[in-house]
């Protein structure tokens, strides 16, 4: 049974979303406690995070794993640092796009863009490490490898302005 599956079960004994607990960081509700999340902007949480670190040297918002005390961000730079600029050229180059048009989100090539730009940040990339896992995202990126992504990412990083028609 896949999750879907079991979340229709779910839905179909009765359960409702109300019915589910609030699942979020550990930590994240500092923020909430700073932060209307009604009213909220990117501007007001990362004054809040600056506040709560200025409190509690010790808090964080990097990420960790089910272990809680391992860094997703510190000693992974070279993996992440690409994985953040090509998410800043995708939205650099969509979302123009998708202002004047957003019923671009129901087109084949933009679903098929924005699904290279999710796969290429699968957490994969960075759980995994330095080796494989890297070498097959910036093998993924490259001009060579010929394939949509990286015709995809060479027209975002030279020339944002271009059309996403443009990709095939």
């Known amino acids: 049974m ?4 079991y979340l229709e079960l779910l839905a179909a004994a009765g359960v409702t979303e109300a ?3 609030t699942c979020e960081a550990i930590g994240q509700h500092q923020i909430w406690q700073r932060v209307d999340p009604d009213a909220s902007s990117p501007e007001a ?3 809040a995070i600056a ?3 200025q409190e509690n040297p010790n808090f964080h918002m990097d990420g960790s794993s089910w272990t809680n005390n391992l860094s997703w961000v ?3 730079e070279n993996v992440l ?3 953040n600029q090509l998410s800043a050229d995708f939205h650099r180059a969509i979302d123009p796009l998708l202002a ?3 019923t671009l989100t129901q087109q084949r090539r933009y679903r098929n863009a924005l699904l290279h730009n999710l796969l290429l940040q699968t957490s994969c990339f960075r759980y995994w490490g330095q080796g494989a896992w890297t070498e097959y995202a910036q093998e993924f990126l490259s001009a060579r490898s010929g394939d949509f992504a990286a015709r995809f990412l060479a027209i975002v990083r030279k020339s944002p302005e271009k059309r996403l028609d ?3």
């Open 100 to 102: 004047s048009d957003p």
């Open 166 to 168: 443009t990709i095939r």
């Open 45 to 47: 949480v990362e004054g």
């Open 51 to 53: 506040s709560i670190k």
């Open 81 to 83: 640092t690409p994985m």
């Open 2 to 5: 896949t999750g879907t599956e």
């Open 74 to 76: 510190r000693g992974y």
């Open 19 to 21: 019915d589910f607990p």
